[in-house]
């Protein structure tokens, strides 16, 4: 039932979009049985063709595992040769079945200098398998969402399509170091407000957004840090995409107390502002 389900729906879907979007469709488990292998790439990357999309679509019948990770270093591999990012969407129905590990994969893709987001929706999902398909969002640096019907899936996917094809305002947050000469990602939580009224939020080292031509402020914490920065002001418009990247400075105080005899002891320390005659 949930096949069915979710052919209808993504047949919709691509009704709707651009014939101008290059598309590209892999699946996995669905030729035989019990094989780990069984990943295909049914459409490679091109122009959409909705007819040949939603014929392979509704083609499709569930027999087999779910090698998340395998299908993932397969699309991973056709990136490699691009020019320009990518965005990937994973739709699945259960967890890794094959011992791979999705999460690390994807991380470590992403590393390695592979250009993509990768969005996840998880239909008909509890549990450890919520928390697997989240963390392979949060890794790929895209969103994660779940659906237990049609209708919620329809929404879930199309709310990931429209962020694919229109962002207009992205956000980047790095991590600064004296001991590094380049920045690293670091997650943050980015809450869009417009006239003082939130109206967006995400998260993660990248976080995109799709919003009407106005002007914004934006807020950019740290919560693992307790840090956080804001922009105020930013233009939006409806054919530019604005990029934003926020450094962050990590800083750190130890002291060690020690005896006479060079034993660490337990003291209570007080650190004051310059000029300051309150604690910090």
């Known amino acids: 039932a949930k096949i069915v389900t979710a052919k209808e729906v993504m047949s919709d879907l691509v009704k709707d979009l651009p014939s101008s979007l290059a598309v590209g469709l892999t699946v996995y488990g669905h030729r035989h049985e019990g094989d780990c292998n069984d990943v295909e790439e049914v459409l490679p990357l091109a122009p959409l063709d909705r007819d040949q999309f939603i014929s392979r679509i509704r083609a499709l019948k569930p027999k087999g595992k779910t090698p998340i990770a395998h299908s993932i270093s397969l699309v991973a591999e056709k990136l490699k040769a691009m020019d ?38 998880g239909f008909d999902v509890k549990g450890p398998v919520s928390e697997q398909l989240a963390c392979i969002a949060k890794a790929g640096g895209g969103t994660y969402a779940e659906a237990g019907d049609a209708a919620r899936l329809k929404a879930a996917l199309t709310g990931v399509i429209q962020q694919t094809l229109a962002e207009n305002l992205v956000v980047r947050a790095v ?46 914490s740290i919560p693992a840090l307790g840090q956080s920065k804001k922009l105020e002001k930013i233009a939006v418009t409806a054919t530019t995409k604005i990029e934003k990247e926020v450094a962050f400075t990590i800083s750190a105080l130890g002291a060690v107390a020690r005896d006479s005899e060079g034993k660490v002891i337990e003291v209570y320390l007080k650190i004051f502002a310059q000029g300051s005659e309150t604690p910090a």
């Not at 990937?88 to 993509?116: H, M, N, Q, R, Y």
């Not at 690293?184 to 995400?202: M, R």
Request: charged share 25%; proline share 4%; with cysteine.
């Open 84 to 121: 320009g990012g990518a965005t990937i969407i994973l739709v699945s129905d259960g967890e890794e079945t094959c011992g791979g590990d999705p999460c690390k994969l994807v991380a470590d893709l992403k590393a390695a200098g592979v250009e993509f987001v990768m969005h996840v929706v």
């Open 175 to 220: 991590q600064m170091s004296q001991k590094k000469k380049s920045p690293t990602a670091i997650d943050a939580v980015v809450t869009v407000f417009k006239d003082g009224i939130q109206v967006a939020e995400g998260s993660g080292s990248r976080v995109g957004f799709k919003l009407e031509p106005g002007t914004y402020d934006l807020d950019v």
